[in-house]
């Protein structure tokens, strides 16, 4: 082999080498789902939670396998959780879109469409509106379950409220075998909050 | 000593700073300048001939590696080139998997069609179904009765459990076929037990649910379906920075009878 011709081998090697050095860099490095994950702000059940655009106070949950809104009754074959939650808008109308449950296997439950849904509707500056997050979920889903609250659903370097439900698995199996109609009510104002 | 000036150093009528073209004619400087400048000038075109010499030597080169390439058969050429990329791509994960075969749709039998396990139970035809809208007056709806569970770990909002059930070779069907497949899928999907609209989806529930297709009323209802399973694949999209369902692909296939629903709330 002549020197060009080695020259040559060795560059495309190089090249390779480089590729591959750099994808194993970048496989190592944290992932762009973590540089860019969202500011979660942890809190009880009952306790206010302060956001960057809002303050959320979470309520206690309660359940059945029928729930009953807007006049139209639901059955489950797992259960219906029911969550108040009360914000309170900091600086400018603020409308929440994004609740869902986390359960202690990883599993996310979107309240979003016709049988679990989250529509507060726009909470005007200072105000404070309460209004329920109402997810259908697996039986096994509801003790140990989390609620995520955030602005949207794209909430990536955002603030969001974590809350433990507190439900236990008597809970859930007590809500399993209940079929006495939860219902629903429509978002309400409850006056003025904090300014701030 | 300078063209333009005299030897004894008196003025001329020329500028001290005029530059003559030295001519043979000259006995002294301009004389040496002119031998030294054609000395200068061999050396030059040498030179150049040199060079011209060596990039005719290179380009020789060049057109005989090319020469040798192109006289190789080109089929050698795109064999070598395609073992080089294939052997590459080790380095990145390798390539994915193609499809798997399809699998024979009957009744009663569990399958999966990603992302759902879906079990078919029958059948029907139904001209007026509460809950369910057609588009126009007098369509009717083909209603394939089923339980299903989602095995995905998040939320489904509805347009992913389109495809997963699909009519092939049916008349009069009001969806659009889906480009990649060329099946229709479902209109609607609603909960068995109350009538609502199957949305969204959550994981580990399991639903007896019909899928809805609806059906131009100008057309016969049929006597039997082609119903098409298909499953997808839950990825990163190519174009845009989040994960989603895509990747149609058949999974099952099967013929099934169809009948009138005796009423509205016809079930299991």
């Keep these: 082999m002549t020197s060009r011709a080695a020259h040559r081998v060795g560059s495309a090697a190089l090249v390779l080498a480089a590729l591959v050095v750099g994808q194993a860099v970048r496989s190592a490095l944290p992932s762009e789902d973590a540089v860019s994950a969202p500011f979660e702000r942890v809190g009880d059940v009952g306790e206010p939670v302060s956001l960057r655009y809002a303050t959320v106070t979470v309520g206690a949950a309660d359940g059945s396998t029928v729930v009953e809104q807007l006049g139209t009754a639901m059955s489950t074959t797992g259960v219906w959780l029911s969550v108040p939650v009360t914000i309170t808008a900091h600086g400018e109308p603020r409308t929440l879109t994004h609740a869902e449950v986390r359960d202690d296997q990883g599993r996310t439950f979107l309240a979003r469409g016709t049988r679990s849904s989250f529509l507060p509707g726009t909470v005007q500056a200072g105000m404070t509106r309460r209004a329920w997050v109402t997810v259908e979920l697996p039986v096994d889903a509801a003790a140990g379950a989390e609620l995520v609250l955030g602005l949207r659903d794209d909430h990536r370097l955002d603030d969001v409220a974590v809350v433990d439900l507190g439900v236990t698995d008597a809970d859930a199996r007590r809500w399993a075998a209940t079929t006495e109609p939860l219902t629903v009510p429509q978002p309400e104002d409850v006056g003025a909050g904090e300014a701030r | ?268």
């Design chain 2, 1 to 268: 000593m300078l063209p333009g000036r005299a030897d004894d150093g008196a003025s001329t009528s020329r500028s001290p700073y005029t530059l003559a073209v030295p001519t043979p004619s000259d006995e002294t400087g301009p004389a040496v300048v002119d031998a030294a400048v054609r000395r200068r000038a061999d050396a030059l075109r040498g030179g150049r001939a040199e060079a011209r010499a060596g990039r005719r030597r290179i380009a020789v080169a060049r057109s005989a590696v090319a020469r040798r390439l192109l006289d190789r058969p080109l089929r050698d050429l795109g064999a070598g080139a395609t073992v080089v990329l294939l052997a590459s791509t080790a380095a990145f994960g390798g390539l994915r998997d193609a499809g798997t075969t399809v699998d024979a749709l009957a009744p009663g039998t569990a399958l999966v069609a990603a992302p759902l396990e879906v079990t078919v139970d029958k059948v029907l035809w139904v001209d007026e179904l509460p809950g369910a809208y057609p588009s126009e007056d007098g369509n009717r709806w083909i209603a394939v009765l089923t339980t299903f569970r989602s095995t995905h770990d998040a939320t489904l909002l509805g347009p992913e459990l389109r495809p997963t059930l699909s009519l092939e070779g049916v008349p009069g069907l009001v969806g659009r076929p889906d480009p990649a497949t060329g099946l229709v899928g479902s209109t609607e999907r609603l909960v068995l037990t109350d009538g609502s609209r199957l949305t969204p989806v959550q994981p580990g529930l399991e639903h007896d649910a019909v899928f809805l297709f609806e059906q131009d009323g100008d057309v016969a209802p049929p006597t039997e379906v082609t119903l098409v399973a298909v499953g997808q694949t839950f990825r990163s999209s190519s174009l845009q920075d989040l994960d989603e369902w895509t990747d149609p692909a058949v999974v099952a296939r099967g013929t099934l009878p169809v009948r009138e629903a005796v009423d509205s709330t016809e079930g299991r």
